[in-house]
């Protein structure tokens, strides 16, 4: 079914019969006409949408990624057309395969920049994969049981890709988490205990991501945050610029003067001359 066919030629029954069959390979084949045709003309696939979103719960990787190829030609010219299958994008985030991860966070990620609101619905999903230790951490690597110098490089350069899938993955579900708590900061202030959890977390990409939706949701609602406060105590310290920045600003949206003396200690001594001058900023907004 569907073998040596132009896709073109596909009436859109039989395309949508491949997309049902209970046979994977025939979905796949389906998939792939799908993301032929979307590549040159994506109203011809837009009707498919829901079903190729059925198809990202397949068990086999290789027709989840196919489908989520298909999805991500028409997310690229409409990512509101996605908007029916975040749920279905959004638990590829949470898959034990990189590659599968990535390619759900990819279109979930074009929906967030359109229309972030319609990603408030899957922030539960999204949270718990970014706080499930990530899968490439860690562990053996299999180039420890192999002798062959070719073989091993091989392994070698596909765990760095998984690695790399990884890290993408994480931050575009990050900036999808941001943009939703920056479109509907009263809807996330639900998952605020959960966003103070990942704001201690070792990823800085995932944890300044938490602060800056914390900080969102204080702005609107700064009594949901206060509870949580000491994440970002304690984050003023990090590494990362980025999370320490991330708290400067979240104790200015909390507006609580208590925090004045932590912020001028910033002010004094942080490295970052921006954040410095940050810090002190904040800490005369609270004073003042």
Do not use: W
């Not at 290789?62 to 029916?84: K, R, S, W």
């Not at 605020?192 to 939706?213: E, F, I, W």
């Not at 702005?219 to 980025?242: K, Q, W």
């Amino acid at each position: 079914m569907l073998d040596d066919v132009d896709p073109e030629s596909i009436a859109p029954a039989e395309l949508r019969a491949a997309l049902e069959s209970e046979r994977s390979l025939v979905r796949q084949r389906g998939a792939r006409v799908c993301a032929a045709l979307a590549a040159d003309d994506v109203d011809r696939v837009r009707p498919f949408v829901e079903e190729l979103g059925a198809v990202l719960r397949d068990d086999n990787a290789g027709v989840v990624q196919t489908a989520a190829a298909a999805l991500q030609e028409i997310a690229a010219l409409d990512a509101a057309a996605l908007v029916p299958v975040v749920d279905d994008l959004a638990a590829l985030v949470g898959s034990d395969l990189p590659s599968v991860q990535l390619a759900g966070a990819r279109p979930l990620c074009d929906v967030a920049e359109e229309r972030p609101a319609a990603c408030v619905p899957v922030l539960g999903a999204l949270l718990d994969g970014l706080g499930d230790a990530p899968v490439t951490a860690g562990g053996d690597s299999a180039v420890a049981y192999v002798e062959d110098p070719g073989t091993k490089e091989a392994i070698q350069q596909r765990e760095r890709e998984s690695r790399e899938y990884e890290q993408h993955a994480r931050q575009l579900a990050s900036n999808v988490v941001i943009a939703a708590a920056n479109a509907e900061p009263a809807a996330v202030a639900d998952h605020a205990a959960t966003l103070a959890d990942l704001a201690a977390a070792d990823d800085a990409v995932v944890r300044s991501a938490a602060l800056d939706a914390l900080g969102s949701v204080a702005r609107a609602s700064p009594e949901a945050v206060r509870p949580h406060a000491s994440v970002a105590l304690t984050a003023l310290d990090a590494e990362a610029n980025l999370v320490r920045a991330r708290a400067v600003r979240l104790f200015g949206f909390l507006g609580d003067e208590a925090h004045v003396e932590a912020l001028e200690r910033v002010a004094a001594s942080d490295p970052d001359e921006e954040i410095a001058t940050f810090a002190a900023e904040t800490a005369s907004f609270l004073a003042s």
